[in-house]
């Protein structure tokens, strides 16, 4: 493992860590380095437990579909694949089955993370309960 | 390599009978190679009397490292004689900034109304760099890493002959982080100070006080010794001393900060002006 990870992340999982709202944090390479409690019921597991994820690992583990055509979404096509793949912010609605065996329609909201040097440190993820 | 502390008030500068002690200069650090190449730690206030006792002696190329900008960092240069010597070279490294380069950045203190002279008439050879990543000046190793303050910027850590002095003034460290509860690697500025023989670092509140200054980008007495400890440093030097805490409160506070390191060996001390650190007069460390 790095020294230390670089201080945007360190200071998104500050913010996660405080907040009520899902978030997952990911590195360059899509590794999931980071979710926070209340993420834990999307993946089942808590990060204690699980510790980092692989982009295989984690973008599989709530069988995201797509609410409109029915089928699977590969990770890559998730918003936070795109904001990693493409280093833009993405926005989607999902349906889910989390870890729990809940279906859910939720949100993403998913943004390139870049640090002050403009260097691209990763991804965060905040999942939002779809509303109605 | 050897340390002299010229400043380690944080802030503000604070002269006055109740400052005598520990000194009322804001921050400066006076490093030197074991080839005598002289690196600079920040130009608050301590940096003017730096400047002074070089008198002729100045060498022709110094390095100025500032980790950040704001202005008990910066304060002193105008003050530096070395700065109007048009014989010598000043190399500044700074934390990098998306919006502006660091010449804009200093200019924009070193420029009317704030100060009589613009930068660009200062008669001494400027040259200005990014200060990030790993940086080979002489035979060492300077590393300078984001580090959690308020706005940009950097710890540096200074690896030569087998010893390392880590700098970071100016941390909270504890914003939103349990520094007992989660791994080294999520701890900002651990990658600057593991390990390091010596360690400066922002001791800037009591416990009582940080409770009331959460996100001002300082450290409380339990932060800086949990990242001490965690960092496993060899000697941990307390710095960027409050602009109100006089001498006898910074003495309690390092009485508090000695009970919180424990039985561990080298309790933590205070800088003070004209501490003098000899990195290569101290053992080597296993860990190190």
Redesign the interface.
């Known amino acids: 493992?790095?020294?230390?990870?670089?201080?945007?992340l360190?200071?998104a999982?500050?913010?996660a860590?405080?907040i009520a709202t899902p978030v997952f944090l990911v590195d360059p390479e899509g590794t999931l380095v980071?979710f926070n409690e209340p993420a834990e019921g999307i993946l089942g597991q808590s990060y204690a437990d699980s510790g980092s994820m692989t982009l295989e690992e984690w973008g599989t583990r709530f069988r995201p579909i797509d609410p409109g055509s029915g089928t699977p979404i590969p990770p890559e096509d998730l918003p936070l694949g795109i904001a990693l793949t493409h280093r833009r912010p993405a926005h989607g609605p999902l349906h889910i089955v989390g870890a729990d065996g809940v279906a859910r329609e939720i949100a993403v909201t998913a943004l390139p993370l870049f640090?002050?040097?403009?260097e691209f440190i990763g991804a965060m993820a905040i999942f939002w309960e779809a509303e109605g | 390599m050897r340390a002299r502390i010229w400043g380690s008030r944080g802030s503000l500068a604070a002269p006055g009978p109740e400052t005598v002690r520990y000194g009322g200069n804001t921050s400066c650090v006076e490093v030197r190679l074991a080839n005598d190449t002289l690196l600079i730690l920040d130009a608050g206030t301590g940096i003017r009397p730096l400047g002074v006792a070089l008198g002729a002696d100045v060498p022709r190329r110094i390095h100025l490292f500032l980790s950040h900008l704001h202005l008990d960092h910066l304060q002193g240069l105008p003050f530096f004689g070395p700065l109007w010597n048009p014989d010598v070279e000043i190399h500044i490294w700074g934390p990098p900034s998306p919006t502006r380069t660091l010449e804009q950045s200093i200019a924009r203190y070193l420029s009317p109304p704030l100060f009589p002279v613009h930068l660009q008439d200062v008669p001494c050879r400027l040259r200005f760099h990014d200060a990030r990543g790993d940086l080979g000046i002489e035979e060492a190793v300077v590393r300078a890493m984001p580090v959690s303050h308020q706005g940009p910027t950097v710890g540096i850590r200074i690896e030569s002959e087998g010893r390392i002095l880590a700098y970071i003034p100016d941390h909270e460290p504890g914003l939103a982080v349990d520094l007992r509860a989660v791994e080294p690697a999520w701890i900002s500025g651990h990658g600057v100070a593991r390990g390091a023989d010596v360690l400066i670092h922002d001791s800037q509140y009591t416990e009582d006080e940080y409770l009331r200054k959460v996100g001002w980008g300082h450290s409380s007495l339990d932060h800086v010794v949990q990242f001490a400890r965690i960092a496993d440093v060899g000697q941990l030097v307390m710095f960027h001393h409050d602009p109100l805490h006089t001498d006898d409160e910074l003495e309690r506070m390092l009485d508090r900060a000695r009970e919180l390191w424990g039985e561990r060996p080298n309790p933590p001390v205070l800088a003070h002006e004209g501490m003098d650190l000899d990195l290569s007069a101290l053992p080597k460390r296993a860990s190190a």
Do not use: Q
Not at chain 1, 115 to 118: E, L, M, V
């Open positions: 493992m790095a020294d230390e990870h670089n201080l945007v360190i200071l999982r500050g913010l860590s405080s980071y640090a002050k040097s403009d």
